[in-house]
């Protein structure tokens, strides 16, 4: 995970998704600020905007920190704040993480995992010839603690995600192409750039 920058909300957004959302939740008698009761299901009027999350955030996964084809359906709206805690950033723009399936799934409705929104720099540092991912060792106390629960929730650590980012720079290495990594896993292009790896 790398640090993401806010993107600003597409056009329509408002009427499309915040003003039905809204509207559905004053009829229903909800608090913009509560949580929400028990299996309640919220309608899903932001999923009028996923493709546009898609392009705002130049198809790269919040938490992987790798591209994907919108045509592979990989894609997800992540609520970063959960539906349940907080049924009024159900409909908010700024609540809104693109991310693949995996990571939003493993994130759920747990409120332990850093905002790439944010994110101080190099608060995950990788070993490139492995793909291992571990919270800076510079870090300390809570920081320490957060990202290593992040790392844990979002199975950041796991066996294929580690050879996925070792795969990635080992092409790199092979074709030497800076760009194209940049593009393709951008967490790894950070890092080599970070580590002084990178060529040209």
């Excluded at 640090?3 to 039905?20: A, C, I, M, S």
């Excluded at 609540?95 to 747990?110: A, F, H, T, V």
């Excluded at 393709?184 to 292009?189: D, G, I, M, R």
Aim: charged share 20%.
């Amino acid at each position: 995970m790398i640090p993401v920058t806010l993107q600003q909300e597409p056009l329509g957004f408002d009427v499309n998704v915040r003003q039905k959302g809204q509207a559905w939740l004053i009829a229903h008698g909800f608090a913009m600020c509560g949580s929400a009761p028990p299996n309640t299901k919220l309608p899903d009027h932001w999923s009028w905007s996923n493709q546009f999350l898609w392009e705002a955030y130049s198809g790269t996964c919040a938490y992987l920190a790798i591209y994907f084809e919108w045509p592979t359906g990989a894609s997800s709206t992540d609520h970063f704040v959960p539906k349940s805690k907080h049924v009024g950033l159900a409909y908010e723009w700024d609540n809104y993480r693109l991310s693949c399936l995996g990571p939003n799934r493993s994130k759920n409705k747990y409120q332990d995992v850093l905002d790439p929104v944010g994110l101080a720099a190099n608060t995950f540092v990788l070993n490139l010839a492995s793909g291992e991912i571990k919270p800076n060792p510079a870090l300390v106390g809570p920081q320490r603690t957060a990202a290593q629960k992040t790392i844990k929730r979002l199975k950041l650590d796991s066996p294929h995600h580690n050879a996925m980012r070792a795969r990635h720079f080992a092409e790199y290495v092979l074709h030497g192409h800076a760009p194209t990594l940049q593009k393709y896993s951008p967490f790894v292009w950070y890092e080599a750039d970070r580590q002084g790896l990178l060529r040209g």
